[in-house]
Every structure is written in C-alpha cells, then in structure tokens.
C-alpha cells in the first residue's frame, strides 16, 4: 500500500464545509484512494473512493491533483454526527485490503 | 439486508479460556475480512477470505489465532488459549467481488482478564 499522511486532529464549526488532507505521494498509477470514518465504538464506514477524477456522492467529494500525490476529502456542510475519525487508505493488494493509518480526529463544533 | 453481523457483541473472559468470535456476512458477498483494533496499534487486518478460502493469514498474530470459514455465511475467530494483551476490539467486514468498499459489522469487544 502506498504511505498516506494525514493531520491527526482538525475542527470544523457545524453547518461549514469539512475538508480533510491526505498526501499519498508514493501511490502508484493504478492505486485508488479510499476513505473511511468510524464513529466513536462503531465499525469503520466507506466514504467513497476515487482514482484520478474528482468524485461526488451523497456522503461526500473526493478532490484529487493532477499529479495524485494528495487529496482533499469535503464534508461541504458538516454536521455533529460527521465527528468521527477519517482514514484515507490506498490498497494495492488484489483484494484491496485496507492497511489503517491513525487518520484524522474531525471534530464539528456547535 | 441486516448488514455484516457479529456475535458476541461483548465477551469478558479468563485468561488461558478459549474465545469463539463470529461473523455473518452480507449475503453474496465474497471476500470476508477479520480486523482487530487496539489503541496500541490501530486497526489490523488478521486475515481475509475469498470464497470460503483463507488467503492472507499473515496478520494474524500467533498460532493462539485461528480463522475458519465452513460457508459462505458464516466465519469464526477463534483464541485458544486466550491471554490479557488479547483484549481488543474485533470487527469483521465483507465485500462483493468486484465491489471497492467493505462493510464492516459492528464488532465484538473482547476483555480478558
């Protein structure tokens, strides 16, 4: 799997956009970049995933440069219940097994 | 669908005792996935399933450790014999072949004492 850095805590005032950095600069042409949070006690939970075009759904966008060395996760209204901790995992075995990091603390403040 | 399940949700047990985990995946997944997490070490991958097969037992900790799969809707960790730093919470996750995200159940929580 390719290295991905993370910040290991951010806030985010509730209602404004959360976006959450990750660089992966040693990810290979062919490897995604996924994002899961997990929520305090729970099971970790897939965001969404991209390889080199932006990607959007219902939970979040996927901001992904040119040279895909980084990406930007955007929560674009952030609410209490996105307080979780955010990995960005890029898995390169065939089964595309994730390999946590520490991810980012996101807090949304009141 | 129920999602991935897992049973127990919490177990509390003796050191030296034998400690059954199990896992339903979601029905026609293909891969199955055995994760635990510590605060020590974060979330690991003990080992994966494609079709009922073990493919990646790597993470697995020691030979205490060992995974089944008899069908494709049923899956067991089990610990034998268990000891404290086994103490851990172990979530199991399934995935459609073809498919980029897993699901993960909610996880079994095991103390050993």
């Known amino acids: 799997d390719a290295k991905t850095t993370q910040p290991p805590s951010m806030d985010c005032a509730e209602g404004r956009a959360a976006n959450l950095p990750c660089n992966h600069s040693?990810?290979?042409?062919?490897?995604?970049v996924y994002w899961y949070r997990q929520i305090h006690s729970q099971g970790p939970q897939y965001i969404i995933h991209?390889?080199?075009n932006n990607e959007t759904n219902e939970m979040a966008s996927l901001i992904i440069t040119e040279d895909r060395k980084s990406s930007t996760l955007i929560l674009p209204h952030a609410t209490l219940r996105d307080t979780a901790v955010y990995y960005c995992i890029a898995p390169s075995g065939s089964a595309r097994q994730l390999t946590f990091g520490s991810g980012t603390q996101l807090t949304v403040l009141p | 669908d129920a999602g991935v399940i897992q049973s127990p949700r919490h177990e509390v047990t003796e050191m030296g005792q034998e400690v059954t985990l199990r896992c339903k995946p979601i029905?026609?997944?293909?891969?199955l996935f055995w994760y635990r997490q510590t605060m020590m070490r974060g979330l690991e991958l003990l080992i994966y399933?494609?079709?009922?097969?073990?493919?990646?037992d790597s993470g697995m900790p020691e030979d205490r450790f060992s995974a089944k799969m008899p069908n494709a809707s049923f899956s067991t960790l089990k610990i034998q014999p268990s000891e404290p730093r086994d103490s851990a919470v172990y979530f199991c996750?399934?995935?459609?072949?073809?498919?980029?995200?897993?699901?993960f159940g909610p996880g079994t929580r095991l103390t050993v004492t």
């Open positions: 991209g390889l080199k």
């Open positions: 399933f494609n079709n009922n097969v073990p493919i990646d």
């Open positions: 996750a399934s995935r459609l072949a073809g498919a980029y995200e897993q699901y």
């Open positions: 029905s026609g997944h293909d891969y």
């Open positions: 040693t990810i290979s042409g062919n490897e995604y």
